[in-house]
């Protein structure tokens, strides 16, 4: 047996003949004997009644189709492709680890500290660089991708989606070098502000987006081992270590690896072609060389 309640509740159902067979024939007994009920199921008829009315006198218009067609039509692709990469940027921005914000501020302002207190302007064009590849080592994957199976899943192709998260923590990372660079003018004159920015701005694009490769391929770890070990070797006396080398080709090649290092247009260049490289391998199967142990 119903309570009251149920059947008070059942009553729109009812006057709108959504109820089963079963159901009216037990609201059909219960109305009979309840004059409450018989009260309000005549509201709910005459609400029934209004909703009817109004729906008949709706009518779809015929050229919603052809409406449809003509904005789909009037749509600038320019502006739906800008449209689609700012929401693409935003969506990315959430995505990336939040942790990487603050602390790669924190070192840079450290740094920049550093810097100013040892008048040493050279501990920006160290750090900078570096700063770059660890972070965008951090961008992708499921080592630091909670949604990584759910990113992959989506109708956004890999590669777009490391693009953004690439653009956006580069730009965050030239920024934070740009900042950096305007700190030193405490102890550097300000003629010397575009030599101190064109000498970690070629390093930074390069090595940033080969750590990016790196951990495409093989992961967070391996990336940032051999990019810091690639910046750092032009640090290294080899003689201070108790290593004689003292052919001409060995020496020759450790001053070009050092020139290397100074040429921003060619490394801007190579960052450029090594960028390309990890948006394609994105859309490949990962490769970790833990798996492939295993």
């Avoid at 009315?53 to 449809?68: C, E, G, L, M, W």
């Avoid at 003629?191 to 070629?202: K, N």
Wanted: one cysteine or more.
């Amino acid at each position: 047996m119903k309570t009251h309640t149920e059947y008070e509740e059942m009553l729109p159902f009812y006057a709108a003949g959504g109820c089963t067979s079963q159901q009216k024939r037990e609201m059909e007994a219960h109305i009979n004997l309840c004059h409450e009920c018989q009260t309000e199921l005549t509201m709910w008829k005459a609400v029934s009644m209004e909703i009817d009315t109004s729906n008949k006198t709706i009518s779809t218009p015929s050229d919603i189709p052809a409406q449809a067609l003509t904005r789909i039509r009037a749509s600038k692709p320019m502006a739906a492709a800008i449209r689609q990469s700012w929401q693409l940027l935003k969506a990315q921005t959430y995505l990336i680890q939040s942790e990487l914000w603050p602390v790669s501020a924190l070192v840079m302002l450290i740094g920049v500290l550093v810097a100013v207190i040892a008048r040493k302007d050279v501990v920006v064009y160290l750090l900078s660089p570096m700063m770059a590849a660890a972070t965008l080592s951090m961008l992708y994957g499921p080592d630091h991708d909670p949604a990584n199976e759910l990113t992959r899943s989506t109708a956004t192709s890999p590669w777009k989606i490391l693009l953004a998260r690439m653009s956006i923590m580069s730009c965050y990372n030239l920024l934070l070098g740009l900042i950096a660079s305007l700190g030193l003018l405490f102890i550097v004159k300000p003629e010397m502000l575009g030599t101190i920015i064109l000498g970690w701005v070629g390093p930074l694009a390069f090595l940033s987006s080969l750590a990016l490769l790196l951990s495409v391929w093989w992961g967070t770890g391996i990336a940032i081992a051999v990019t810091y070990g690639l910046w750092l070797a032009q640090y290294i006396s080899f003689k201070s270590i108790g290593i004689l080398m003292p052919s001409p080709v060995w020496s020759n090649f450790l001053t070009e690896y050092k020139n290397f290092w100074h040429e921003p247009l060619l490394l801007v260049g190579l960052a450029f072609f090594v960028a390309l490289a990890a948006l394609w391998s994105a859309n490949l199967p990962m490769l970790r060389l833990s798996s492939s142990i295993q």
